[in-house]
């Protein structure tokens, strides 16, 4: 069965970094779609970034120049460098594999940022 596991949340200043990971097991990392998704207190998941098999990216606005997704296939990890980070970035994080009608999710890891 395919496995998730994120890592690297944790209680940051604002303004502060932090680099989330996500290591796949059971799976054929590099030939999947890798994503990261963020759940705001209170509301609905939505997509933060996306990185193709072949290494292409792609951001939400509101992240665009602050993040970066990147994956290592070597390692079977992917990873969300995350700078200057604001109290609205707060919330789960959760990495997300697909490849065709394939949709995997981790568990999801806790990033809090304080004012």
């Known amino acids: 069965q395919v496995r998730l596991v994120e890592s690297g949340g944790g209680l940051v200043q604002a303004g502060g970094s932090l680099r989330l990971s996500c290591a796949a097991s059971?799976?054929?990392?590099?030939?999947?779609?890798m994503a990261w998704y963020h759940q705001a207190p209170g509301k609905q998941r939505e997509l933060v970034a996306t990185i193709s098999s072949g290494g292409n990216t792609n951001y939400t606005d509101s992240v665009k120049g602050r993040f970066t997704i990147s994956r290592d296939n070597a390692k079977n990890t992917q990873y969300l460098q995350m700078n200057s980070l604001k109290p609205e970035d707060t919330g789960l994080y959760y990495c997300?594999?697909?490849?065709?009608?394939?949709?995997?999710w981790g568990q999801g890891t806790q990033v809090t940022v304080s004012s």
């Open positions: 997300n594999a697909k490849l065709k009608y394939r949709d995997y």
């Open positions: 059971r799976m054929t990392f590099n030939i999947y779609s």
